[in-house]
Nanobody
């Protein structure tokens, strides 16, 4: 059974960094993309970054350009979200999600989701 498990969230001061991980199990073959989404209290879920099987990584959110990067270790079936220069507005629950083939900015087009990891940016 396919599972996605996020880790790496926590409390960080403004300007700090965190690296989130998304470990994929039960689906080690095939062409799939992993997207990172986030949802703050009272707000809709929004796409952050995505990485395709071939390594293409389109930004889904302009406000994280230059601060967040995404990478993928296919040998470990793990995708990483490196978050630098964090701001209080980055506070949210972060989720990784899987869809077949290419990236999509739409959460509804992802079939499998992790349980989420909380990121709090506060002094």
């Amino acid at each position: 059974q396919l599972q996605l498990v996020e880790s790496g969230g926590g409390l960080v001061q403004p300007g700090g960094s965190l690296r989130l991980s998304c470990a994929v199990s039960g689906f080690t073959k095939g062409n799939y993309a992993i997207g990172w989404f986030r949802q703050a209290p009272g707000k809709e879920r929004e796409g952050v970054l995505c990485i395709s099987n071939g390594g293409g990584s389109p930004y889904l959110l302009d406000s994280v350009k230059g601060r967040f990067t995404i990478s993928r270790d296919n040998a470990k079936n793990t995708v990483y979200l490196q978050m630098d220069s964090l701001m209080p507005d980055d506070t949210a629950a972060y989720y990784c999600a899987l869809r077949y083939f290419d990236c999509s900015p739409y959460a509804s087009q992802y079939y499998y989701w992790g349980q989420g990891t909380q990121v709090v940016v506060s002094s």
